[in-house]
């Protein structure tokens, strides 16, 4: 799987951006406070939605955080390459914070059960596994032990199934 862009409607201080992606690894710069934290958190929340936080704690929770600055849309529109396809993964997160539809444009047809594609399209990799190792924020260089703990079982579970899932025991 790849990236091929992002469109964002909104999400924190971004606001009716687009943003291309090239072949192979893409490096964010910019200046401070240029956005380079709230896209890598976009592209996150893009992969895996946003869970609410309830009470006192939704004051503070990822939602609340990157409520958009300016407009009234919170959402993206983000396309993948997979398995030769062209995919558009679309949220709205005052809608939906979890949930997305996914539209095959290569077949223009809606992708039935579009959480379940996503897992399959990202080998069954958890957002912490994500996070420390395919898009790894600004001063996150270290994985977590948690992780690790996790990697180790997935390769495992190749080595020994060739089955790309994680097996989580």
């Known amino acids: 799987m790849k990236l091929i862009d ?3 409607d909104g999400f924190g ?10 072949e192979g690894i893409n ?3 910019g200046h401070n406070e240029a956005g380079k934290s709230t896209l890598h958190a976009c592209i996150r929340a893009m992969f895996y939605g946003m869970e609410r936080a309830k009470g006192v704690a939704a004051l503070t929770d990822e939602f609340s955080r990157f409520k958009p600055w300016k407009g009234n849309k919170y959402g993206a529109v983000m396309r993948i390459e997979n398995e030769g396809q ?3 993964i679309i949220r709205d997160f005052y809608k939906d914070p979890v949930g997305c539809t996914v539209y095959n444009e290569t077949s ?3 992708v039935p059960f579009a959480e379940g594609f996503l897992r399959d399209a990202l080998c069954g990799m958890t957002e912490i596994a994500y996070d420390n190792t395919i898009s790894i924020g600004q001063l996150r260089s270290s994985a977590e032990d948690a992780v690790a703990a996790e990697l180790k079982k997935y390769i495992i579970n190749m080595g020994t199934t ?6 989580c025991e």
């Not at 201080?13 to 090239?22: A, C, M, S, V």
């Open 6 to 8: 992002i469109k964002i």
């Open 86 to 88: 062209i995919y558009a």
């Open 162 to 167: 060739v089955n790309r899932s994680l097996n």
């Open 108 to 110: 223009q047809e809606a």
């Open 13 to 22: 201080k971004l606001n009716d951006r687009y943003i291309g992606f090239d």
């Open 27 to 29: 490096l964010v710069t």
